[in-house]
């Protein structure tokens, strides 16, 4: 494998490449987790301003929705941190040997590199 290939496919390059094109991007992180998940702290997730996006926090379990969320912080530039659970009951329900949960953050990164900029000066 290449650097060049493992680059291509990072969200967090892609989200680069993405607000130097000047898309609107927000940064999905995953910043906790506990019990069965099934991704691991510090996955992430990118989105732009179509709702096009590269990454995951969640295998695909609740990447529809840290989406739609995602679109509400770029048109309003306010973070949110997010949670999503599985109680160990309605997993055992489901045929899951374990429950789970993770927080996910989400921040516009034009609000984000603002902030920065501003603290720099």
Request: charged content about 20%.
């Amino acid at each position: 494998m290449t650097a060049a290939w493992l680059e291509a496919g990072d969200p967090l390059v892609i989200a680069e490449r993405w607000s130097a094109e000047g898309r609107k991007v927000a940064l999905a992180t995953v910043i906790d987790t506990w019990g069965s998940a099934p991704r691991p702290r510090g996955s992430h997730l990118v989105i732009d301003g179509n709702g096009n996006f590269e990454g995951s926090v969640s295998g695909g379990c609740v990447e529809s929705e840290v989406i739609a969320q995602a679109l509400d912080v770029i048109q309003s530039g306010t973070p949110q941190l997010l949670e999503f659970g599985v109680s160990n009951e309605t997993a055992w329900r489901a045929g899951l040997s374990c429950g789970g949960r993770i927080s996910v953050f989400v921040q516009d990164l034009a609000s984000r590199d603002a902030a920065s900029e501003s603290h720099a000066g």
